[in-house]
């Protein structure tokens, strides 16, 4: 059964860093691309940023593009997904979700959260002084 579990978020002051993690089991790495996404209280949810397992292709919305970085560590069946947040402001406060879709073709991700397939529970993150 593929499973993804966030973790890493927390309360951070303006201008400063977190690391997300996004552990995925129970699926094939070179079937799936990663994506990152975030909803703030009113706001529709967005795509940050995504990745492709099998190719290691990247994309990045332009609101996080110099900011925001995202890898890939493979350790046997577990896929972790890190999301490095650097230099944070306050609206990047939002509730971030990883989600698993299938991939579509070499060089695939998708900054649209209906792309995908499978979604984890989200991890807070606050960027308040």
């Known amino acids: 059964q593929l499973r993804l579990v966030e973790s890493g978020g927390g309360l951070v002051q303006p201008g400063g860093s977190l690391r997300l993690s996004c552990a995925g089991s129970g699926f094939t790495s070179d079937s799936f691309a990663i994506g990152w996404f975030r909803q703030a209280p009113g706001k529709e949810r967005e795509g940050v940023s995504c990745i492709n397992l099998r190719d290691s292709s990247t994309d990045y919305a332009d609101s996080v593009k110099g900011r925001l970085t995202i890898s890939i560590s493979r350790d046997n069946a577990l896929n972790t997904v890190y999301l490095q947040m650097d230099s944070l402001k306050p609206e990047d406060t939002a509730v971030y979700y990883c989600?698993?879709?299938?991939?579509?073709?070499?060089?695939?991700?998708?900054?649209?959260?209906?792309?995908?397939?499978?979604r984890g529970q989200g991890t807070q993150v606050t960027v308040s002084s």
């Open positions: 989600a698993a879709g299938w991939i579509h073709n070499t060089g695939w991700c998708d900054l649209r959260h209906t792309e995908y397939e499978y």
